[in-house]
Antibody, heavy 122, light 107 residues
Framework: QITLKESGPTLVKPTQTLTLTCTFSGFSLSTSGVGVGWIRQPPGKALEWLALIYWNDDKRYSPSLKSRLTITKDTSKNQVVLTMTNMDPVDTATYYC??????????????WGQGTLVTVSS | EIVMTQSPATLSVSPGERATLSCRASQSVSSNLAWYQQKPGQAPRLLIYGASTRATGIPARFSGSGSGTEFTLTISSLQSEDFAVYYCQQYNNWPITFGQGTRLEIK
C-alpha cells in the first residue's frame, strides 16, 4: 500500500518561510521513473502545481514561484521537503504531496496525501 | 504556459444518466493528459492518465478520450458517489497545469 502524508505548521506569519515535509511509504524514490510532487489548493479554488523532484534528483519548479521554492529529498528517510520563502496571505491553501509516475513521457500524480491546510496570517 | 480550460463549470445530471466533461488545451498536449476526481474534504484521486487509460481500480463507467487540444471525460451511468469536482492536468510542457475544474452535481 502506498501512502503519503504531509506535515508542517498550520499557521505561518507573513514574510516567514514555510517548511513542509512529505513522508511516504510503499515506494522508493530511488526507482527510475518515480518522483514526488507538491500541489496546492486555495480554499474553494483550483489545483496549482508547485514543484517536483525525480528519483535522479532532477527538480522542476513552477516558474511563477521558482524564486521562492526549494525541493529536496532524503531517500533513506522516505521524505521530500518543500520550503517556500516570504509567505503571504495569498499562499493560504491546502498543500498536497503526491507520488509522480513518469512512463513513456506521460506523467501523473497518484496517489495523493491527505493534504495539510496552511494559513498565512499575522 | 499551457492553459487548460474545462467546460462547463457546473454540470447537473441525474443519477443513471451520462455525463460528458470537456477539457481544452491552449496548445497541443498530445496525449499527456490526466483526469482527477475530488470530493469535498478529500484529496484528488487519479481517474485517467495518458488521456484514455483508466487508473487501477477505476470503474469502467469512466472513460477518457481525445488528443491534441480537445479531451473528454465520460461517465456512462452516474452513481451517487460520482458527484464531485473533476480536474484535467497536462504534462506535455512545463509547467504542469490543471484546469479550473468542473463541478458535477445532482440534478
Amino acid at each position: 500500500q502506498i501512502t503519503l502524508k504531509e506535515s508542517g505548521p498550520t499557521l505561518v506569519k507573513p514574510t516567514q518561510t514555510l517548511t513542509l515535509t512529505c513522508t511516504f511509504s510503499g515506494f522508493s524514490l530511488s526507482t527510475s521513473g518515480v518522483g514526488v510532487g507538491w500541489i496546492r489548493q486555495p480554499p474553494g479554488k483550483a489545483l496549482e502545481w508547485l514543484a517536483l523532484i525525480y528519483w535522479n534528483d532532477d527538480k522542476r519548479y513552477s516558474p511563477s514561484l521558482k524564486s521562492r521554492l526549494t525541493i529536496t529529498k532524503d531517500t533513506s528517510k522516505n521524505q521530500v521537503v518543500l520550503t517556500m520563502t516570504n509567505m503571504d496571505p495569498v499562499d493560504t491553501a491546502t498543500y498536497y504531496c503526491a507520488r509522480v509516475l513518469m512512463v513513456y513521457a506521460i506523467l501523473w500524480f497518484d496517489p495523493w496525501g491527505q493534504g495539510t491546510l496552511v494559513t498565512v496570517s499575522s | 504556459e499551457i492553459v487548460m480550460t474545462q467546460s462547463p463549470a457546473t454540470l447537473s445530471v441525474s443519477p443513471g444518466e451520462r455525463a460528458t466533461l470537456s477539457c481544452r488545451a491552449s496548445q497541443s498536449v498530445s496525449s499527456n493528459l490526466a483526469w482527477y476526481q475530488q470530493k469535498p474534504g478529500q484529496a484528488p484521486r487519479l481517474l485517467i492518465y495518458g488521456a484514455s487509460t483508466r487508473a487501477t481500480g477505476i470503474p469502467a463507467r469512466f472513460s477518457g478520450s481525445g488528443s491534441g487540444t480537445e479531451f473528454t471525460l465520460t461517465i456512462s451511468s452516474l452513481q451517487s458517489e460520482d458527484f464531485a469536482v473533476y480536474y484535467c492536468q497536462q504534462y506535455n510542457n512545463w509547467p504542469i497545469t490543471f484546469g479550473q475544474g468542473t463541478r458535477l452535481e445532482i440534478k
